[in-house]
């Protein structure tokens, strides 16, 4: 079902807007990204939903994000860690993940995450969503998927999450089209683009802390507002000083070993 859609406004004269989305628990990966975020001058955060899941540190990333982004929906994970739904839907790896990140987060944080609302939300004329505009928990993965999506939003630029695959979808003479991202293996990288009259986007920044995309580093897009552009920016991190932790955490091998191939 459709959730109510909420509005918010950050701050109409700020010109960059970074996008973070699907964390999963990894502070090394978001430090790198928030550090680079910094550099570049970034004003404002909002993130797309899944906080937690799969990663060991999610007390960590929770405190840090809940103190610095000015607006945040919530993901499947975080429904799924803070109980409100069931784990029929999930995976071994995932379950098994989501079952020890229940007993490791504080009262207040899983508060915190029970609190999070719904996309759609609307923040200074973009679309929040985790998944699709009707639906938090679809994957969007083909321009026939995001076209209801595309079409529904109240403004050309939606942002969602969930995939796990930085790119999208554009909208223009009622023709959907996917955005193709071309990788370059240097090791921070941004791909710029310009945002046209006329045309739709639903676009995702990619994961924070488990790109599914094929390119394990961290990802995440800034809205430059000033200029008409988004830039989909990746950044290297530590992968393997998170692997150590899963380890120690006694996590499922599997997702050590996603975070190196970026599959």
Known sequence: MRSATCARSIDSSLMRIGLLSDIHANLEALKAVLEHLDAQGSDALVCLGDFVGYGPDPNEVIDRVRTLAAAVI???HDRAASTITNLDDFNPAARSAVEWTRRQLRAENLQYLAQLPAGPLQVDGLSLVHGAFQDEDEYVFVPEQALDSLVLAPGPLTFFGHTHM????????????AIVLRASWVDVSVTRLPI??????MLNPGSIGQPRDGDARAAFVIVDANQALVEFWRVP???GSVQERLRDARLPETLGTRLSTGH
């Open 74 to 76: 919530r993901g499947n």
């Open 166 to 177: 930085q790119g999208g979808f554009t909208l223009r003479e009622a023709s959907a089209q």
């Open 196 to 201: 046209e009259a006329g045309t739709r986007y």
């Open 237 to 239: 991190y530590d992968i």
